[in-house]
């Protein structure tokens, strides 16, 4: 390789590592050639992809002394004051004159005396509660290791022998020590490198743009322009962009919309008739306990007023079974339980008040993607504040055959399932009910939700005299099966390496 084929900083940093032994660190580059750090990286990483050097990243361990190792480098360790004390009271004492004449606290003192017999500096008579001197004590690798951060204030292990590493432990074990782990990075000639070096290489200023001084002065002539390398690396700029997760729930809007579903939308504080009644769930059904919903604190109620026709139909249904053809759950409905403001549980109250709505079109398709809450215990596959995608369609002879097909294509499409799977289940607001499940290649099975075939008792009282199919589907889960992600709080990670890097899924 010929030496015209290098840029000024290149050059620099070739005849410094020349001159620093070969092998370096970026600091020492920065000391010697006068560059920023940026500079030299730059020009180094360049170096690397010519096959002139070796970067190697190498991890150091950083450590100092907290504020106890501050004391007890300015006043010795408690055993060496312990033992020094002894010797100046002619090398046998009683412990608590020894502890009295040393100004040691209980706790300190405990552990000066610990360290002072395993020492061997001195031993203890129980039976007299007396101490006696041993040997005079040394000086030992843990009081040089001391000594030296006094002076140094940061060392790094890497540097240290093997007697001083030892010491490293002592120390760091008596809790005195604070420390850190980091890098460093070293630039190695290779023997390219080495090559290009024996045929001296002259550093020639270089010049990125012609200035009217150079041109007046004509000393455009002496100097050597810049050539632009467009293959030179570059720094990673990161812009911003959407998270993920919220560009994964844009798409399966944009496909929902594609297969011919309206969005609907509901609140999030919501009273209890479409949460729970009109879905035909018993006022006293155990999933409106406290533990799965959450209760508004003030205020405590909604206004019903705008639905009294379908409240009171749905009243009779919960009650008898009004004109369902049901018998009902047979006891006394409340209007002021009807009432209760809640956080929506689950998107279904969207589709509620979607079917009372006067947009509705029969026959017609329906989608909304929706925060809900429900007072979960936190784990790996559940949070307390989640995402639904919820789905009904309304229309003429609608089979359940035709909501295991939309089940099917929205979990393969979607989700990037590789199979289905469903199996019957029970909600109060369908008959019949499914539970559909998902397998990828590597993931595993996992369990999406639930759908069904709205009962007479939902959709008669909302004033619906077709077949309703409903789907609610977890919508994290399916970014999770999607994205590989196998812990659902992984979807709220503050890990700004994975947000950056993690492409479109």
Known sequence: MSSIDLRENERRILVALKELGGKTTIERIVEATGLAYAAVMRAALSLEDKKLVRINEKKLTRFSLNDEGEKYAEKGLPERRLAEILMS???????SDVFKAASIDNETATIALGWLIRKGWAEMKTGERKLKILREPEIGSDEKLLAMLKVAGTLILEDLDNDL???????KSRKILIVGEGSVR???????????????IEVVEEVTQLTPELIVTGKW????????NIKAPAPRVWPGKKHPYLRFLDEVREKLVALGFKEMNGPIVEVSFFNCDGLYMP?????REIHDMYL????????LSPYMKFLEQVKETHENGWKTGSRGWGYKFSLLM??????RSHTTAVSVRTLISDDLEIPGKYFAIA???RPELMDKTHLSEFNQVEGIVVGEDLTLRDLLGILERFAIDIAGADKVRFRPDYFPFTEPSVELSAYKEGYGWMEFGGSGIFRPEVTLPLGIDVPVLAWGLGVDRLFMMRAGINDIRYLFTHNLDWLRRREMI
């Open 296 to 303: 508004i604190k003030d205020p405590e109620y909604g206004d």
């Open 89 to 95: 009271m002619g090398g046998e004492a009683s412990i």
């Open 165 to 171: 590493k030892e010491a490293f432990k002592i120390l």
């Open 221 to 228: 002539r002496e100097k050597r322009i810049l050539k632009y």
């Open 186 to 200: 070293e630039v190695e000639l290779t023997d390219d490198g080495l090559k290009l070096l024996r045929k001296s």
């Open 371 to 373: 925060r809900c809450y």
């Open 338 to 343: 009807a009432a209760r403001l809640i956080l």
């Open 283 to 287: 006022q006293d059904h155990p999933a």
